[in-house]
């Protein structure tokens, strides 16, 4: 199994990037697949998570952020929205497939002027 991640970079205030997580080894339907951001001394913090139920986004990136996945390219997508300075840190995709957890290296995204 292998997450790698991309689409980080540097934003303005107010600007949009969409992050990519390529997925291989499994079959991402059958996955419950999130993003996770962290900054420099502080625990990762769960962004958006989507299952065969639904998806759900924490409180601070509802209405901005959204998640979702295509099957055929075995791919998660972060779509981020009017972003925030409070918005930069590094952004991991996670994978739970088969009582397992699966990490990717991580993207970074810097929200600056």
């Known amino acids: 199994v292998e997450l790698v991640e991309s689409g980080g970079g540097l934003v303005q205030p107010g600007g949009s990037l969409r992050l990519s997580c390529a997925a291989s080894?499994?079959?991402?339907?059958?996955?419950?697949l999130s993003w996770y951001r962290q900054t420099p001394g502080k625990e990762r913090e769960l962004v958006a998570r989507i299952t065969r139920a639904g998806t759900t986004t924490n409180n601070d990136t509802s209405g901005r952020f959204s998640i979702s996945r295509d099957i055929a390219t075995h791919t998660v997508y972060l779509q981020m929205n009017s972003l925030k300075p409070t918005d930069t840190a590094k952004y991991y995709c996670?994978?739970?497939?088969?009582?397992?957890?699966?990490w990717g290296q991580g993207t970074q995204v810097t929200v600056s002027s």
């Open positions: 996670k994978a739970d497939y088969q009582s397992l957890t699966y």
């Open positions: 080894g499994f079959t991402v339907s059958r996955a419950a």
